[in-house]
């Protein structure tokens, strides 16, 4: 956080005379937002993590359960096979790739995306996404879109339409299109963990967040910071948090909501709409699974979008291209420790 822009949350509570217990919140989604001493800077709102969304009748028109094992790659390309041989013609599509394929795919496999703790223990860090196993899975998938299995749809939420209007079998996107997914497909769909790879040690760990944070700026006077803690403790009660997660898909940021919205009956009601949480909070984060903080990292995920473009068109191998990406999105790191330095 930039020094003097913010008044962190943590010290906005403090000195606003507010309820505030830290402890409240999920960890998996405070991380993000924390500095290094476990201090709150913002408060989480809408954030997602990615999950696997299933057109469960595309998968019978195709002969296959659709309560079939997809908790792997493995398993999930031998039915991206079959789903191809039956003639469907947009097995897989994806929203994020970067987010998904790379940040989420080391987080959850316990490998880092970049040194230093991905960012969060120095402005030193190098980028390490093009280790074997991020080589194996964006092979994988440059194989699938090479074959049809795999269809790339953008570098944003494009594929949303696709999946919502019945096209593709299997989609990966934010947990957060539960809202549009449920407003709009018109067939029987389902929601799964995010596939990991089997064989790898410690898979899987535990995804990371998506979305955004409130932020509060500086410079302003008492009265009205006793004004934003008091809205942003109204946010985080269990009734508001539950019915912002029970409508939109987005996580409940503490556990008293996930508590409230078990005992509505809420997950009874809609099987799998706790598997985003359970995925997120299995497991303790380690400082490959924490999240990622690094400068420039909008201009790096272009670069990686670029990439992986050139991977899914059968330009470059998946070694080459994640290669290349370290190297360039390296040399924005180097500009933005030298900025920060000074």
Not at 15 to 26: C, E, H, T, W
Not at 45 to 70: I, Q
Not at 169 to 176: D, I, K, N, R, V
Not at 223 to 244: D, H, M, R
């Amino acid at each position: 956080a930039a020094e003097g822009a913010i008044n962190p949350v943590y010290q906005l509570m403090a000195d606003s005379g507010a309820d505030f217990d830290p402890g409240a919140y999920l960890a998996a989604v405070t991380g993000y937002y924390t500095n290094t001493d476990g201090q709150m800077l913002s408060l989480p709102y809408n954030s997602s993590t990615p999950v696997l969304w299933v057109n469960r009748d595309l998968f019978t028109e195709a002969g296959l359960d659709p309560d079939m094992d997809l908790s792997t790659w493995q398993k999930v390309g031998e039915a991206l096979d079959a789903l191809k041989a039956a003639g469907v013609g947009c097995p897989l599509t994806t929203a994020w790739q970067s987010w998904i394929h790379l940040e989420n795919l080391s987080a959850y496999h316990n490998v880092p995306f970049a040194t230093q703790e991905n960012g969060f223990a120095g402005l030193d860090t190098e980028l390490a996404f093009n280790g074997p196993l991020q080589v194996q899975h964006i092979q994988a998938l440059g194989d699938w879109a090479r074959d049809g299995k795999f269809v790339y749809t953008g570098r944003r939420n494009e594929g949303g339409a696709n999946f919502r209007g019945g096209e593709c079998a299997l989609f990966t996107e934010s947990s957060a299109g539960y809202a549009s997914i449920a407003a709009e497909a018109e067939f029987d769909f389902g929601v799964r963990p995010l596939p990991y790879w089997e064989g790898v040690e410690g898979a899987p760990q535990n995804t990371i967040i998506g979305g955004a944070s409130l932020w509060v700026l500086a410079g302003h006077d008492p009265e009205e910071y006793k004004g934003v803690a008091a809205l942003l403790n109204f946010l985080s009660t269990p009734e508001i948090q539950a019915a912002w997660h029970q409508n939109t898909g987005y996580l409940p940021i503490t556990t008293a909501a996930y508590e409230l919205s078990q005992e509505q009956g809420f997950y009874e009601a809609n099987p799998g709409a706790d598997t985003a949480i359970i995925q997120m909070t299995g497991k303790a984060p380690t400082p490959n699974s924490k999240g990622i903080r690094l400068g420039n990292f909008d201009q790096i995920r272009t670069i990686i979008d670029e990439e992986l473009e050139a991977v899914w068109a059968g330009d470059k191998e998946a070694q080459a291209a994640l290669d290349s990406a370290v190297e360039r999105g390296n040399q924005l790191l180097r500009r933005f420790e030298q900025a920060a330095g000074n």
